[in-house]
């Protein structure tokens, strides 16, 4: 599957970006899928994951509560909302598919095996 992710800029703290992530040569119906980021100097993180059919969630700590992922099938595209964004959130992010009949959990980057471009969201004090 080729993943290709959009919708990152540069926003004042407390505001709001939402990210889409639009799938192409598979079906997205048929991963499970996440999005990580990877601020500079830093390794590449786990931010939040969905199930094949978006009933199932999971959220790091650090953005439970301020970002929602979820999905369209029928457009074959993936989102991130993310609320209440704060300076530590700067980085590029990333969405990403573990192998096909693969699961991504536990939340670890190397069960993601297919990566999008990146996409950089920046925000300001």
């Known amino acids: 599957v080729q993943l290709q992710a959009s919708g990152g800029g540069l926003v004042q703290a407390g505001g709001s970006l939402r990210l889409s992530c639009a799938a192409s040569?598979?079906?997205?119906?048929?991963?499970?899928m996440g999005w990580l980021r990877q601020a500079p100097g830093k390794e590449r993180e786990f931010v939040a994951g969905?199930?094949?059919?978006?009933?199932?969630?999971l959220y790091a700590d650090s953005v439970k509560g301020r970002f929602t992922i979820s999905r369209d099938n029928a457009k074959n595209t993936m989102y991130l909302q993310m609320d209440s964004l704060k300076p530590e959130d700067t980085a590029v992010y990333y969405c990403a598919a573990p192998p096909l009949d693969s699961s991504w959990y536990p939340p670890a980057t190397s069960n993601f095996v297919s990566w999008g471009q990146g996409t950089q969201v920046t925000v300001s004090s």
């Open positions: 040569g598979r079906t997205l119906s048929t991963y499970g």
């Open positions: 969905i199930n094949r059919s978006g009933g199932s969630t």
